[in-house]
Each structure stands twice: as structure tokens, then as C-alpha cells.
Nanobody, 119 residues
Framework: QVQLQESGGGLVQPGGSLRLSCVAS????????TGWFRQAPGKEREFVAS????????YYADSVQGRFTISRDRTLNTVYLQMNSLQPEDTAVYYC????????????WGQGTQVTVSS
């Protein structure tokens, strides 16, 4: 069992930056990857970024490539999402998710943290 807790969301002006954190607890040894997803009002949940447990491989959606950076601190069981050059279209609830060993997809999810980009 894995529990995920996101933090760091808030209100930011266009062009600003925000850093999200995802702290994992429980049986984290069984996770193979951690990802960030987001869901805007009236929209489907979409993939943002992911990182392998080793931290050696990262993946990004085209919409955030070059602006967002995902990283991992294994000693703290924490995954970060550094978001730069934020735009109004980045406004969404951001979710942290973990891909468990033996699962076909992400099967552990946090409660979400709201990110609002507005002037």
C-alpha cells in the first residue's frame, strides 16, 4: 500500500513559477515510476510528466516540455515538479501518481493540489 500527499499548489501570475511536492509513504519499494497528471474543469485528466524510481529517465507531455522539470529525492521519498513560465492553460488540479510493481498502469493516487495561473 502506498500513500501519496501533494503540496505546493496555489495562485501564481502568468510567467511565474511554482514547485509541487509529492511525498510517498507505505510500501514505496514496490513502485517503479511516479508521475504527475492534471485535470482542468470540464477536461479529461492528462499526463504531465513521469520519472522512473531510479530517477534516470524522465518523460514530459509536449505541452510542458522545456517549462516543467520532474525530479526525485529518494532519501526523502519525494518527487518534485518544478513549473516555470506558467500560463493560464496550466490551471488545473495536479495529481501525483505511482506505478506499482505488477500493475498495468498507475494505481496509486494523491488527493490533488490546485494550481491557478491568473493575473
Amino acid at each position: 500500500q502506498v500513500q501519496l500527499q501533494e503540496s505546493g499548489g496555489g495562485l501564481v501570475q502568468p510567467g511565474g513559477s511554482l514547485r509541487l511536492s509529492c511525498v510517498a509513504s507505505g510500501s514505496t519499494s514496490y513502485t517503479v515510476a511516479t508521475g504527475w497528471f492534471r485535470q482542468a474543469p470540464g477536461k479529461e485528466r492528462e499526463f504531465v510528466a513521469s520519472i522512473r524510481r531510479s530517477g534516470g529517465s524522465t518523460y514530459y507531455a509536449d505541452s510542458v516540455q522545456g517549462r516543467f522539470t520532474i525530479s526525485r529525492d529518494r532519501t526523502l521519498n519525494t518527487v518534485y515538479l518544478q513549473m516555470n513560465s506558467l500560463q493560464p492553460e496550466d490551471t488545473a488540479v495536479y495529481y501525483c501518481a505511482a506505478h506499482g510493481l505488477g500493475s498495468t498502469n498507475y494505481n496509486y493516487w494523491g488527493q490533488g493540489t490546485q494550481v491557478t495561473v491568473s493575473s
